[in-house]
């Protein structure tokens, strides 16, 4: 099935930045989900965006659901050494696709 | 409240062979998603049920099947096993209302070997 355009693919940064990554597709979703996860686990999510435009925060973490249903982007203030992962985005309009990921490495 | 138990958490078969992996949703959830996670390919919709109908399916081969039980338990199979088979095999569930799937809510997975 089509799949979700996410990038970066891999990000390197240092411990206390923050951090960008953003998924888009051509199709338009009811629903945008962020998801974590750590190295030999299932993902857990994150955040959940259920309307156009809506902004939602989960302690450092910040999401938004773009205006035209097709875009996400997840925001991660002053990064901790914790938030290292893999985020996928996934969009749905009846079934659930996936981004590739992105893997967050942090620097001490 | 127990979250998505998945057994076996490691296994390892030989090509040709068969091989059987279970999932627990979370208490009063009725989907259950399974979804084949390989580096090359992300994560991979398997298929979909919902009170024991299959209600999606993803573009894998016969090979691949499932089942739900009406206590909402899952099972999926993989038959005549391929070394391209080896992945961690996640299983999601879901409240689902409506058409939609809903917040999907993954277990630890089954990592499959196949030598």
């Known amino acids: 099935g089509q799949q979700l355009n996410q990038s970066p693919q891999s990000m390197f940064i240092q411990e206390g930045e923050d951090v960008s990554m953003n998924c888009t597709s051509s199709?338009?979703?009811?629903?945008w989900l962020w998801y974590k996860q750590d190295p030999g686990e299932g993902p857990v999510l994150l955040i959940a965006l259920y309307k156009a435009g809506e902004l939602t925060s989960n302690g450092r973490l910040t999401a938004q659901f773009g205006i035209t249903r097709k875009d996400s982007f997840l925001n991660i203030s002053a990064s901790i050494p914790s938030d290292v992962g893999i985020y996928f985005c996934a969009g749905q309009l009846y079934d659930m696709r996936f981004g590739a990921g992105t893997r967050l490495t942090v620097k001490p | 409240k127990a979250g998505v138990t998945q057994t076996p958490r490691y296994l390892i078969k030989t090509r040709g062979q068969q091989v059987t992996l279970s999932c627990s949703p979370i208490?009063?959830?009725?989907?259950v998603s399974w979804y084949q996670q390989t580096p090359g390919q992300g994560l991979q919709f398997l298929f979909e049920?919902?009170?024991?109908?299959?209600?999606n399916k993803g573009n894998f081969p016969g090979r691949f099947s499932g089942r739900q039980f009406s206590n909402s338990r899952s099972e999926m199979n993989v038959s005549t096993l391929e070394l391209g088979d080896s992945a961690l095999y996640l299983c999601a569930s879901s409240l689902r209302t409506g058409g939609d799937t809903g917040e999907l809510f993954f277990g630890e997975g089954s990592r499959l070997t196949v030598l």
């Open positions: 049920y919902f009170s024991e109908t299959q209600r």
């Open positions: 199709s338009i979703f009811n629903t």
């Open positions: 208490s009063g959830h009725r989907s």
